[in-house]
């Protein structure tokens, strides 16, 4: 089991930034993928970013590429989103994610309660 804990939401004005972290329990961490997505009022949950297990490789959806990055530091069992350059349409609840398959799709076994993130214009 892992439990993940979602921080760093705000409010911010377009053009800001803002870290997201995603503390997560026990000791296993480093061997679960990591993702974060996003679910904005009335659409549904869309993928964000992911990082395998190592930090290795990482996928960003075409929307936020260049501007979100996507981290982990397995000795503190924590993984980041940093947001810049943050647009209006950025505004969401979000999540992140753990399973054992590296994926940029909705199948981790594990999920978070989710931080909500408002990017004023």
């Known amino acids: 089991q892992v439990q993940l804990v979602e921080s760093g939401g705000g409010l911010v004005q377009a053009g800001g930034s803002l870290r997201l972290s995603c503390a997560a329990s026990?000791?296993?961490?480093?061997?679960?993928?990591m993702g974060w997505f996003r679910q904005a009022p009335g659409k549904e949950r869309e993928f964000v970013a992911a990082i395998s297990q190592r930090g290795i490789s990482t996928r960003y959806a075409d929307s936020v590429k260049g501007r979100f990055t996507i981290s982990r530091d397995n000795a503190k069992n924590t993984g980041y989103l940093q947001m810049n350059s943050l647009k209006p349409e950025d505004t969401a609840n979000y999540y992140c994610?753990?399973?054992?398959?590296?994926?940029?799709?909705?199948?981790?076994?594990?999920w978070g309660q989710g931080t909500e993130v408002t990017v004023s214009s």
């Open positions: 026990g000791r296993t961490f480093s061997t679960y993928a």
């Open positions: 994610a753990a399973g054992r398959a590296f994926t940029t799709t909705l199948s981790y076994d594990y």
